[in-house]
């Protein structure tokens, strides 16, 4: 908590959402809290594994069980952020690695198409376990990463975000709809846990509306 301290508290803006993948928590658990946050969670089906978030007092929001998908070996957890604008879904998850990537990739691809049906703007994010690196040498990833692009939903993390004795991975994932400038994912490169921290900015054009241009005949007499 002191770690996640000193890269909340230097921020002009205070995150609105704080991800958290691999928690660990048990039903025992004490739960850290922070000042003007909500915390929410899926605890882990195993000794490992699980979701979390803290959550703005100020920011409206309504868990949308409907889009997460039940399986063993993933955690996950779906929010609706309310207000008049762009509607949006976020989307915190943790895939255990053990698990193949076929068995993931289809009901993920399942939950996207559904939201992307209702004409959502969504973040889906976490450790999700699968080396973004190694697409070119393994067919799997690669297919894994052409389903997810051909529903139009794009992987925008490619850096690594796990450096173990000279070993990179890009293990830690954002996928978005949204691919306009208004969107822009980093990696900060802290030692909070053997991870890099991800982390995203949105704009806050990309929630208002779609203003389209009418246009008009005057018939009035001059």
Do not use: W
Request: contains cysteine.
């Amino acid at each position: 908590m002191d770690k996640l301290e000193e890269i909340v508290t230097p921020c002009s803006k205070p995150p609105d959402i704080i991800a958290l993948s691999e928690t660990r928590i048990k039903e025992t658990s004490i739960i850290a809290t922070i000042p003007g946050y909500n915390f929410i969670n899926k605890n882990p089906q195993t000794q490992a594994g699980g979701v979390g978030a803290y959550i703005k007092n100020n920011l409206n929001y309504l868990p949308r069980r409907d889009v997460q998908f039940k399986m063993h070996g993933y955690e996950n957890i779906c929010l609706e952020i309310l207000g008049k604008r762009q509607k949006i879904i976020i989307g915190i998850m943790y895939r255990h690695p053990q698990y193949h990537i076929d068995e993931f990739s289809q009901p993920l691809s399942e939950t996207i198409t559904k939201i992307a049906r209702n004409n959502y703007a969504y973040d889906v994010l976490g450790d999700i376990n699968i080396n973004l690196l190694n697409a070119i040498n393994n067919s799997r990833i690669q297919q894994y990463i052409d389903t997810l692009c051909s529903l139009g939903c794009y992987p925008i993390i490619n850096k690594p975000t796990r450096v173990v004795n000279e070993a990179e991975s890009c293990i830690d994932h954002i996928y978005t709809n949204n691919l306009s400038t208004e969107i822009k994912p980093y990696i900060m490169l802290h030692n909070i846990s053997d991870h890099y921290p991800i982390y995203l900015t949105v704009s806050k054009a990309r929630l208002k509306r779609d203003v389209k241009q009418r246009y008009f005949k005057r018939y009035k007499k001059r």
